[in-house]
T-cell receptor
Framework: DTEVTQTPKHLVMGMTNKKSLKCEQH?????MYWYKQKAKKPPELMFV???????INESVPSRFSPECPNSSLLNLHLHALQPEDSALYLC???????????????FGSGTRLTVV | DQQVKQNSPSLSVQEGRISILNCDYTNSMFDYFLWYKKYPAEGPTFLIS?????DKNEDGRFTVFLNKSAKHLSLHIVPSQPGDSAVYFC??????????????FGKGTKLSVKP
């Protein structure tokens, strides 16, 4: 299995809702990442988990709450989002806390989030 | 301030010709550079990488050139095919520090290969 699987693919939520994005990989990668990508912009790093511990939080608002239940799973809990949070949320994994020389990160297909 | 810059938002090339995508960077401490390809509604897919100690890496139709003195890299696709039409992101890896191993992406260049 050489994939990163993200669910759901699309999500529409109201500003008072609570929802979660899920990410799963079975490649034995020990680092997992959440990126946010707005239209016509590059992916922007949100969180990094290394060996199931949060190692980087790029000053992300607390309405986004990451969780890493085990080495294969990464969640992003969403609460009280704003319309400007609408974006493509990408999960990625890599071998050892950083991209290898060969293939960098493996990205999932993303969750297209719309906040109404 | 952007550390990785792709100054051409789009590029159009005829099928069979060469596509050249450019990327500039500002941080001389980046140790690896990568190119990702992204189709709409999909995550980025790794294409090719190059270590900062090399000046060329080739994989089939794809070649990446690195000019460290100019802090410039380019991706050459020869021959270009319609299936290559996608957004190409240049990315650089920081070698150490709080963002160790994290990739910094350029804004991307949309390549269109016309039959």
């Amino acid at each position: 299995d050489t994939e990163v699987t993200q669910t759901p693919k699309h999500l529409v939520m109201g500003m008072t809702n609570k929802k979660s994005l899920k990410c799963e990989q079975h490649m034995g990668h020990r680092a997992m990442y959440w990126y946010k990508q707005k239209a016509k912009k590059p992916p922007e790093l949100m969180f990094v988990y290394s060996y199931e511990k949060l190692s980087i939080n790029e000053s992300v608002p607390s309405r986004f709450s990451p969780e890493c239940p085990n080495s294969s799973l990464l969640n992003l809990h969403l609460h009280a989002l704003q319309p400007e949070d609408s974006a493509l949320y990408l999960c990625a994994s890599s071998q050892d806390g950083g991209p290898t020389a060969y293939n960098g990160y493996t990205f999932g297909s993303g969750t297209r989030l719309t906040v109404v | 301030d952007q550390q990785v810059k792709q100054n051409s938002p789009s590029l159009s090339v005829q099928e069979g010709r060469i596509s050249i995508l450019n990327c500039d960077y500002t941080n001389s401490m980046f140790d690896y550079f990568l190119w990702y390809k992204k189709y709409p509604a999909e995550g980025p897919t790794f294409l090719i990488s190059i270590s900062s100690i090399k000046d060329k890496n080739e994989d089939g139709r794809f070649t990446v050139f690195l000019n460290k003195s100019a802090k410039h890299l380019s991706l050459h696709i020869v021959p270009s095919q319609p299936g290559d039409s996608a957004v190409y992101f240049c990315a650089a890896r920081g070698p150490y520090g709080g963002s160790q191993g994290n990739l910094i992406f350029g804004k991307g260049t949309k390549l269109s290969v016309k039959p």
